[in-house]
């Protein structure tokens, strides 16, 4: 649905979906007023996107009645997405199969490859493979809550990769290769938890046990551009993960 926090325009018109194209009144502008909210960062992704210009912006508010930001004008957009993503983060064996798995299976902003866990900073592709940096192969997901559940993210997750092998995943060995839920705040704990929960009585699991780490999100690091995208460029590649039911 529309954001309830734009839909104060003082132009009169029915309230439009997040995908109508908005058509104004003379002087051709829209007026957005934010009565409650504080714009609180703006940054360069895709959410609005103006017809007669190459740039987009998204802005993230916060509720807070002791200050506001009266109006602003838009010239001539239209809303492609909602206003606010998230981020997810997960570890489930070598990062080439997990980014081919969610990419596939989920409508995501952006996928990357990288490096989760540890404590050495900026590391590389070989150094994380000596398995003394700490860090797990994951991928970071930016996905829209709107359009993409965390739950079903979490789920799938489970059944892309056998989270019952400590620091393995098939052939791959290592703590690099763990099976891990990094989350970002308090309600992907909570979700991760239930669904691990709800997993492990699953007639799939029976007489295992998740191993599964569920931990904080620490400082993602993002792997070496040869690791982005690595199963869609090389569809022959080195892959073991699959649907298991």
């Known amino acids: 649905p529309f954001p309830s926090f734009l839909r104060s325009l003082s132009t009169p ?3 439009p979906s997040s995908s109508q194209r908005l058509s104004p009144a003379p002087p051709h502008h829209w007026r957005i007023k934010f009565p409650h909210f504080t714009v609180v960062r703006a940054r360069a992704v895709t959410p609005i996107w103006f017809p ?11 509720a807070d009645s002791a200050a506001t930001v009266p109006s602003f004008i838009v010239s001539r957009f239209f809303f492609t997405q909602s206003l606010m993503t998230s981020k997810a983060s997960f570890g489930a064996g070598c990062f080439w199969g997990t980014d081919k798995f969610f990419q596939k299976e989920f409508k995501l902003k952006s996928c990357y490859t990288g490096y989760q866990g ?3 900073k900026n590391p ?3 150094e994380v493979c000596t398995g003394t940096s700490g860090h797990a192969e994951v991928i970071q997901v930016e996905y829209d809550p709107a359009e993409v559940s965390y739950r ?13 092998t400590l620091n393995r995943q098939g052939n791959d060995t290592g703590t690099q290769y763990r099976s891990v839920i990094f989350y970002h705040d308090d309600e992907q704990k909570q979700i991760a938890e239930e669904v691990t929960k709800e997993m492990q009585a699953h007639k799939h699991f029976a007489g295992k046990k998740i191993t599964t780490e569920i931990s ?10 040869s690791h982005q995208n690595y199963l869609f460029r090389n569809p022959g590649g080195y ?3 699959r649907i298991r039911w």
């Open 216 to 225: 904080p999100a620490t400082p993602f690091y993002r792997a070496e551009d």
């Open 52 to 62: 007669d210009s190459s740039s987009s912006v998204s802005l993230s508010v916060s």
């Open 152 to 164: 079903d993210m979490v789920t799938f997750f489970y059944k892309m990769h056998d989270p019952t």
């Open 239 to 241: 892959c073991n993960h």
């Open 118 to 120: 540890g404590s050495s």
């Open 124 to 126: 590389s592709y070989r």
């Open 13 to 15: 018109s029915p309230s």
